[in-house]
């Protein structure tokens, strides 16, 4: 069962990934990332004590403001430093796993526990800064990376892409039922069989246009057959086009009356 607190952190990777890495220095949307991303560092154990002791021993309003001010500003820096780093790290992640190829995901411990039943109950953690037994203690950014293993973990994987040139937008797939295949409903709608047909059309335009302009060239090359001459007037019939786009036209004529032969032939 997926709970909503996964959902959310479901939709706030992928709209994180989706937003442009030079959009990080925009202060709204900063802002708001690092308002997400504190709520994912885990600060050093012993940060982690004073945070949970806070208010003990009667201690002054005033102090525990500004002990909490403190830890605010402990989680706030860490945030910092750890937004343009993980930014990267999701964004080639997901982006690779989806075009299938193996990624280091995260830096995790796994602990363990015997259950009554012999068997090993295992939990992924991750590292803590500053706990004394932790195997790899050190990087309070390793908790985020942590969340992103977990949230990727899902089955069936909780994100998609859409490959389409000019989108490339990555998307929440839905827990259950056919996975998604484009990002928007506009999105859907630009890969249309409707948007398809104009595109077809446009494209037959563009052969009608050429078949034309082919005949014209033919008859040109018939008339005339040094270079220079037949470069002149296809110049005159062909005002806009550049030498080198007329020798193309050339080419292609010449080629159009071989093929021709060959099939009266
Ligand atoms: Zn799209």
């Known amino acids: 069962m997926e709970t909503t607190e996964q959902r959310q952190w479901e939709n706030f990777f992928a709209e994180f990934v989706n937003t442009p ?22 600060l050093p154990y012993r940060m982690q004590m004073i945070k949970r002791d806070i208010g003990e021993d009667g201690e002054e309003e005033g102090d525990k403001e500004r002990w909490k001010e403190w830890l605010k500003d402990m989680e706030r820096g860490r945030a910092e430093i750890t937004l343009e780093p993980f930014h990267r790290h999701a964004v080639e992640v997901i982006k690779g796993l ?31 800064e500053d ?48 996975p998604r295949r484009y990002c928007s409903t506009a999105c859907r709608l630009q890969s249309s069989p409707a948007v398809a047909r104009h595109t077809a059309y446009v494209q037959e335009l563009r052969q009608k246009r050429r078949k034309t302009e082919i005949a014209i060239t033919r008859a ?46």
């Open 220 to 265: 040109i090359l018939r008339q005339w057959s040094d270079q220079k001459e037949y470069l002149r007037e296809l110049g005159k019939q062909f005002s806009q086009k550049s030498r080198r786009q007329l020798l193309n036209l050339v080419k292609q004529a010449k080629g159009a009356v071989k093929t021709k032969r060959k099939e009266t032939a």
């Open 21 to 42: 890495h030079a959009k990080l220095q925009d202060p709204q949307i900063r802002e708001s990332l690092l308002v997400k991303i504190s709520q994912l560092i885990d």
């Open 131 to 178: 706990l004394p037994h932790s195997v790899l203690a050190g990087d309070y950014r390793l908790p985020v990376y942590a969340k992103f293993l977990h949230v990727l973990r899902r089955h069936p994987f909780p994100f998609g892409r859409r490959e389409r040139k000019g989108c490339g937008k990555f998307f929440v797939q839905p827990v259950r039922g056919k």
């Open 98 to 128: 989806l075009a299938g190829y193996e990624k280091h995901i995260a830096v995790v411990e796994v602990v363990g526990k015997l259950a009554p039943n012999r068997r090993l109950k295992e939990t992924i953690l991750p590292p803590q």
